[in-house]
């Protein structure tokens, strides 16, 4: 893909007017597992976590409530399809869009949970993608400004994006991809967690690994 | 291509058996046979196989099927010389594979693997300070061209050695019974596979053979270049007996401490790549 030895050769590509998205072997094996991800939270049940009564020998399952589950799928999906956005994306405003939309949406997969852990965890999430934004956009408007041009296609090879702008557009990728904040928080225990909640990491990793190309490519 | 991916699944769950026999001798102990992974497999292939009430269907299934795809895949990218990007996005991948098995079946025991797995995404920045510094020194990520540039220049194991650490610790992080597999420790009973059983811990182990097969096998190709077939195997057999006495020798560290130190040593990881840069 671009004559660069980095992700693989060119499959297919996807104009929209100006905007014209790619394929090349590294995006469509991300696109083709957030795919898969996609079509398992629009068909799967979610877990029925077993959890101990503190102090007991007792065990019982949390059940997710079919208002809970509706909110919590329809959130998983959009989350999917906005990871589909960010890895095929061809320019990096796009890219940041369709990343921003995926903290927004991982906020709404926590925040489906009805216990006030889980929902201080959803709001300290929101501060952290929020602030993330900032170092998001402001890489790509870094980019804008001393390339003059935000279409990887014009970028790919020629090493014109300043190293500050890809430090932007990664700090900005982990603070929206929030998978090691959820984590380092207890509240994943609490939060029954398949198939939605797997959306977050799924998200949070496939553009982790978007970034890692757009970096090396531009 | 595909006629090889048997051959391969068979290796690796040798070398898991050489692994186990390899740590017992060296702790005194006889150990089982070394083909014992193999029938282990088999036997778990015709166990009686069920599905926990507690289990997110058809998730809890799914994820051992997408265990062996990415694996498989990886096999067919380090064997036709593919992207080393792409080798990293499997790596990568794998995490979310191991996450969902421990999410999926509603055990809080497969739960706590899978945190502990997340937990141990720190063990994926080494592999990325790898795949950095092999672009600094070969400016390709393309295995067929890294390949090349070691006929030309020599093994990269001689002239980028600290790199090649960086790999040998990804691996160790991966292997059974290491000091970085926190999320196999017994106190979680068998971490995110707990829930897993019959055929479905029989495809796991042979996701998890192919695993160890493309990343030994990635290792030689990487930092001592193309070999005949024997000679792979042979250098491929030397890395794991090197981390069998590695994974015997070290204790289990704590959670916080296999991520501290992976940590640490991608840190400095960084700085040789800097170095490295800087010097041209």
Redesign the interface.
């Known amino acids: 893909m671009f004559n660069l030895p980095i992700e693989g050769e060119e499959l297919f590509v996807l104009e929209f007017g100006d905007i014209v998205n790619y394929f090349s072997l590294y995006t469509t094996t991300l696109f083709l597992f957030a795919t898969a991800f996609i079509i398992i939270a629009i068909i799967a049940r979610p877990e029925r976590q077993t959890d101990i009564i503190f102090g007991t020998d007792a065990v019982y399952t949390k059940e997710v409530s079919p208002d809970n589950l509706r909110f919590q799928r329809f959130m998983a999906i959009a989350c999917g399809l906005a990871t589909l956005g960010a890895v095929c994306s061809g320019d990096l405003f796009n890219f940041c869009l369709f990343t921003a939309l995926i903290g927004i949406t991982n906020i709404g997969i926590v925040a489906g949970v009805n216990n006030r852990y889980v929902l201080n965890a959803a709001y300290n999430y929101g501060i952290v993608a929020m602030v993330a934004t900032t170092f998001l956009f402001g890489g790509a408007a870094t980019a804008l400004g001393s390339c003059g041009t935000l279409s990887i296609w014009e970028l790919a090879g020629l090493g014109m994006v300043p190293l500050a702008a890809k430090m932007f557009l990664v700090l900005g990728v982990m603070g929206e991809g929030m998978a090691p904040f959820y984590i380092a928080k207890a509240e994943i225990t609490r939060a029954p967690g398949a198939p939605y909640v797997l959306m977050i990491h799924v998200s949070s990793l496939l553009i982790f690994l978007r970034v890692i190309e757009i970096i090396l490519t531009v | 291509m595909i006629t090889l991916i048997l051959p391969a699944v068979f290796i690796g769950l040798l070398f898991h058996g050489i692994h186990r026999k390899v740590i017992a001798r060296i702790q005194g102990r006889p150990g089982p046979p070394i083909w014992q992974e193999i029938l282990h497999t088999l036997k778990f292939s015709f166990k009686q196989t069920w599905i926990p009430?507690?289990?997110?269907?058809?998730?809890?299934v799914?994820i051992v099927a997408?265990s062996i795809a990415i694996w498989t895949?990886a096999f067919y990218i380090v064997f036709s010389g593919?992207?080393l990007?792409?080798l990293?996005?499997v790596f990568?991948?794998h995490?979310?594979t191991e996450?969902?098995l421990g999410?999926?079946?509603?055990?809080?025991y497969g739960?706590?693997g899978?945190?502990r797995s997340?937990?141990s995404?720190a063990s994926e920045i080494p592999l990325?300070a790898t795949i950095a510094g092999i672009?600094v020194v070969t400016?390709?990520?393309?295995i067929s061209?890294i390949t090349k540039y070691q006929e030309i220049h020599g093994p990269l194991l001689i002239h980028a050695f600290p790199i090649a650490i960086a790999l040998y610790i990804v691996i160790l992080s991966k292997m059974h019974y290491g000091p970085f597999s926190i999320i196999e420790a017994k106190e979680i009973v068998s971490g995110n596979r707990t829930e897993h059983f019959g055929v479905w811990r029989a495809g796991l182990e042979v996701a998890y053979a192919l695993k160890t097969f493309v990343l030994l096998a990635a290792f030689v190709l990487l930092f001592i270049g193309a070999l005949p077939w024997y000679l792979m195997l042979l250098a491929m057999l030397i890395l794991l007996v090197s981390l069998s006495f590695v994974c015997a020798f070290t204790p289990m560290l704590s959670p916080f401490d296999a991520v501290a130190m992976q940590t640490v040593i991608t840190g400095i990881l960084a700085v040789y790549i800097i170095i490295l840069g800087v010097m041209g």
């Open positions: 009430k507690t289990a997110s269907m058809p998730m809890y799914f997408v895949g593919g992207s990007l792409l990293f996005a990568m991948l995490k979310i996450h969902g999410l999926s079946s509603g055990s809080p739960k706590f899978a945190i997340v937990m995404a990325f672009y400016g390709s990520l393309m061209d």
